[in-house]
């Protein structure tokens, strides 16, 4: 049967910490109640502690997949899980991809989670999983896989050509700076060049 202690019981566990501490130099609780013998007369507490208990299988990769200009692969992860934080749902990132499973709004363990990622055969890439508000109970870092080398060598060589509305230079900065620079990035040792032309008589922007 549990003791009940008396208020002086805690008064001198007080003093017996501070005294071990500042002579005997203990520096915590399980260090000092090893130290000395108290016997039967234990103090018993009950902790609720939250765990980041989120699972990743090993990442499956597809083979190459051709695609214009640059070449994908997918990969996908199974993430399973126990005992959510309540109102929290999880992240599951792979390199700027973020994927959201709302664990919140009903979605049950486990759930499939499928990235397409560029086919350029990097190695030892993860995947990291997390809790989206409780963050402080850390991460959940797959295994490494490999992506698949590039199965194709598609480039484009030609000019574009594009109309621009009146708003010049802003729908078509965009278009400088977003999808041209795209281009450029995959096309390898071939040239694009882009041409923009008002959407009237006047000609060239």
């Given at each position: 049967m549990q003791k009940s202690l008396p208020v002086s019981y805690f008064s001198n566990m007080v003093l017996l910490y501070f005294w071990s501490t500042a002579f005997l130099g203990i520096g915590n609780w399980t260090?000092?109640?090893s130290y000395f013998d108290f016997g039967d007369d234990k103090i018993e507490t009950t902790q609720s502690v939250l765990m980041n208990n989120i699972t990743l299988s090993s990442p499956s990769v597809s083979s190459c997949i051709d695609h214009p200009l640059r070449d994908v692969a997918t990969v996908s992860v199974n993430v399973s899980w126990t005992?959510?934080?309540?109102?929290?749902?999880?992240?599951?990132?792979?390199?700027?991809?973020?994927?959201?499973?709302?664990?919140?709004s009903g979605t049950t363990s486990p759930q499939t989670v499928e990235f397409v990622v560029p086919a350029n055969g990097t190695f030892g890439n993860t995947i990291v999983s997390r809790w989206k508000t409780n963050t402080g109970l850390g991460e959940t870092t797959s295994s490494p896989f490999n992506a698949p080398a590039a199965?194709?060598?598609d480039?484009?060589?030609?000019k574009i050509l594009y109309l621009c509305g009146a708003e010049k230079p802003y729908d078509g900065d965009p278009w400088d700076h977003g999808i041209i620079e795209?281009?450029?990035?995959?096309?390898?040792s071939k040239t694009v060049s882009p041409i923009l032309t008002k959407n009237d008589a006047s000609g060239m922007g």
């Amino acid at each position: 049967m549990q003791k009940s202690l008396p208020v002086s019981y805690f008064s001198n566990m007080v003093l017996l910490y501070f005294w071990s501490t500042a002579f005997l130099g203990i520096g915590n609780w399980t260090d000092i109640s090893s130290y000395f013998d108290f016997g039967d007369d234990k103090i018993e507490t009950t902790q609720s502690v939250l765990m980041n208990n989120i699972t990743l299988s090993s990442p499956s990769v597809s083979s190459c997949i051709d695609h214009p200009l640059r070449d994908v692969a997918t990969v996908s992860v199974n993430v399973s899980w126990t005992s959510p934080p309540s109102g929290d749902d999880i992240e599951v990132q792979l390199g700027d991809k973020i994927e959201n499973i709302f664990v919140s709004s009903g979605t049950t363990s486990p759930q499939t989670v499928e990235f397409v990622v560029p086919a350029n055969g990097t190695f030892g890439n993860t995947i990291v999983s997390r809790w989206k508000t409780n963050t402080g109970l850390g991460e959940t870092t797959s295994s490494p896989f490999n992506a698949p080398a590039a199965c194709s060598v598609d480039q484009i060589n030609s000019k574009i050509l594009y109309l621009c509305g009146a708003e010049k230079p802003y729908d078509g900065d965009p278009w400088d700076h977003g999808i041209i620079e795209y281009l450029d990035d995959v096309n390898g040792s071939k040239t694009v060049s882009p041409i923009l032309t008002k959407n009237d008589a006047s000609g060239m922007g």
